[in-house]
């Protein structure tokens, strides 16, 4: 069964670092997403992307954050600089959009900003 | 009224019980909805699909009421491996979007007890 993959599983950095967090969506799937979701706390969204660019960010998707898909597979996130409360779990989804919205999520990559 | 509301539990039941999950949404536009399931520290698993008024799936029930904005999950003699918390999630337009996005309720504990 074909499923998302994301990369790292941990990542640890210093506050104000730059960290780039990597996704491979299913492969016809055209709706890929970011979510958040801070420990104990229900997920929420960041950013859908389809046809090469963002369809939707939310109000915590601010400027310190990019998406990307530089080589036609890889799906990234990146935040410029990070802060202490960007720490939190980050799932890819990757979906079919529209009215079903049927949406897959990979195994998300834990950051934890010192 | 906050957009996806859920019990958050946590509901304890022995093997064998029925349990029963409600949630409500303020959305009144939403077009799907969709039960997931998320154990500690993972990603959310897509448990179920409600696009009319309900769906089964073997000992999973869920409903749908649009008149009065409500979702239920019914499981059916619980087994040890459903212990998870089990999240409600609501595909719709929000004010001022241009397109679908999933909005999370919080989730609901489920432990099942031996």
């Known amino acids: 069964e074909p499923e998302v993959t994301q990369t790292p599983s941990h990542q640890v950095t210093q506050m104000g670092q730059e960290v780039i967090l990597r996704c491979v969506p299913i492969?016809?799937?055209?709706?890929f997403y970011w979510y958040r979701q801070i420990l104990g706390q229900k997920v929420e969204f960041l950013v859908s992307?389809?046809?090469?660019?963002?369809?939707?960010k939310s109000e915590i998707f601010d400027d310190q954050f990019s998406v990307e898909r530089p080589d036609g597979s890889n799906f990234t996130l990146k935040i410029r600089s990070t802060k202490l409360e960007d720490s939190a779990m980050y799932f890819c989804?990757?979906?079919?959009?529209?009215?079903?919205?049927?949406?897959?999520f990979g195994p998300g990559t834990r950051l934890t900003v010192l | 009224r906050k957009e996806v509301e859920q019990d958050p539990g946590p509901f304890n039941v022995p093997e064998g019980a029925t349990v029963a999950f409600n949630c409500t949404y303020s959305n009144s536009a939403s077009q799907s909805f969709f039960w997931y399931r998320q154990d500690c520290r993972k990603e959310p698993k897509l448990l179920m699909s409600?696009?009319?008024s309900g769906n089964e799936d073997g000992r999973f029930t869920a409903q749908l009421n649009r008149a009065s904005q409500y979702i239920s999950l019914l499981i059916r003699d619980s087994k040890l491996s459903d212990s998870a918390t089990y999240l409600c999630?609501?595909?719709?337009?929000?004010?001022?979007?241009?397109?679908?996005?999933?909005?999370f309720g919080k989730g609901t504990k489920l432990s099942v007890i031996p």
């Open positions: 409600v696009y009319s």
């Open positions: 992307f389809y046809n090469n660019e963002i369809s939707e």
């Open positions: 999630v609501v595909n719709a337009i929000p004010p001022g979007a241009g397109s679908y996005q999933l909005t």
């Open positions: 989804a990757t979906g079919t959009g529209g009215q079903y919205n049927e949406q897959f």
């Open positions: 492969s016809n799937h055209l709706y």
